[in-house]
């Protein structure tokens, strides 16, 4: 009976129903139709999922997301590093870098971070006088770091579909690759403003006046020194960090900065409601999917499987990464989390993978999917905001895409990249 | 940066949604529901994070957390999920595959649009049943630490799925009506 299953999420996937729906409808109507249990099951599933603590923490992070925009701490902090990099040659792909580095990965999912933050970097960099094809290539990758960046949205859908991993040990666990990331593109981009001789952007302030800016940065850069902070220090979970970052913005856009608005909060929770109740709907329909999954001992069988194929732990991971990179290419990489951890976590721990390190693998692999030729979902966005034909990007992205690539191959041959920050911290 | 740039960063997570072709008659209804619906989303986001940070603050103050704000947080957020994604769907945010559509004629792929609404609706009924039942089940259920009856939440569910169809008929009553003025117009 499970084959119905898939054929009805398939079928319902390619025409083009929302992601949710189609795994909703294949397994409620599996629950309801075939198997004739308790309808009630459907919706009980549900709100197992819909009503956990941890999942609170993706819509008070999209409000974080927003009010820091709206209250100017995210363009004072685009100004800054423009006046601290825009000097330099190709200082705007730098500037493009740092910023994703340092707010990405809040809103959700990377198709929405891309649509916020991704459309302004293209404006900036056209502007500066970028190839757009270039543009559109950085943007679409530097979207693939921002969510193991913590704050990381991504992670805590992962943990919570996973079942039982620690969050606040993905969040640590992400700083290394990210950081290793962020550096091999800021060394790409240097290469690249070498050889095509990108301009510079401003003349070099007064430092009065870059201290200036500064100062008025201090605010924002405090942010995520007490969500990390407080989350390692145990002082609050991940939750409450991200009420208590939310009362800051409020706070700081009203007392400090003066430039928060009541409609801007009031904008902040209605758009976080729309963004957050996507990955809502997602979690609630990946739940009932997956109690089918388990009912049936699907994971089982496909561990069973998977050990006639392989009983070494390296090529278990590269075999998923390479699957879930091919299946990023056509699905949204939260969709793809939700679906596929609860189905291959279970499996990664018959082989003794350390769960944290599976889980930046696993989402990382799902990131570059959603960036590579020919279907990668983030490519069309950047390609459409830069206005440029989709084949320029593609050959825009491909060293990018390597270079992820080799970078998820070392944190499946070195285990120390992502376990050694969250031991040193007791998050493992 | 200049002014246009921060206007540009705005615009990005603006909350206007698309306007939809109804019925002259229908519209002041239909911004009504989605006026109501977006206040209700604003309390309860505003609730939930004045009970968490609260939270934090009185285990600071007075060492201990509040008993029942982790429960009612969690409710609320059902509540917010349920009724978020009617907006969501009104959005058009819920991720989806757009491969057929773009690769098809005109005619097939007024087929599949009409395929995938279906499907959808199908989804839809089905959950507003499953919910309706659970929600029967639950009057005599209560909640733990809240000592309310689980009827409180589990209802969020019969009216979000409620929500969500009347949005899908609207969605697609105002696609219909597009697809027909254009076909009038050749």
Redesign the interface.
Known sequence: MIPVVGIIFL????????????M??AG??WI?FFEGI???????R??GI????P??AI??FS?IG?LA??C?M??DL??LL?MLLGRLKGGMAYINVANSMMMGGVSG?A?SDV???G??EI??MKRAGYPAPYAAALTASTAVISPIIPPSVAFIIYGLAAGGVSIGGLFMAGIVPGIIMGLGLWVMAWFKSRKAGFGTIVDRPRPAVIFAQALRVVPFMLLPVIIVGGIVGGV?TV??S???G??YVIVVGFVLTRTLKVKD???S??????????V???M?AGAVVSWIITRNQVTQQLADMLVMITSDPTLFMTLVALTLILLGT???A??LIIMFAPLVVPIARQYGVPEIQFGVVFVMSCMIGMVTPP?GILLFMTAAFAKVPIEQVFKAIMPFVVAAMVLVGLLILFPALTLTVPAALGLG | MDSHETDAAIEGTETELPPVDLPAVWLPFDNGVLAATKAVVIVIGLAFTVLVSSEVVSRFLIGQSISWVNGTARFLLVWFFMIGASLALRQGGHVALDILGKMLPPLPQTIVYYLAQILTVTFLLELLWSGVSALEGSFPQTEGSLGISMAWVMSAFPVGFGLLIYHQIVLVLSATRQLASKAGRK
């Open positions: 079928v319902a996937l390619v025409v083009g129903t929302p992601i949710a729906f189609a909703g409808l409620s109507s309801i308790d309808p009630s099951v459907v919706v009980r549900m709100f819909m009503g956990s603590f999942l609170l819509p008070l409000m927003i925009e709206r100017g995210l363009p685009v100004k423009q999912t198709v649509a916020s933050l459309r302004v404006q900036m609050f939750t409450e991200a009420a208590v939310v009362v909060i009031f904008d929770v209605v758009y976080s409601a729309i963004i957050s109740s996507v809502g709907m997602l609630g056509v699905m949204d939260t969709a279907t």
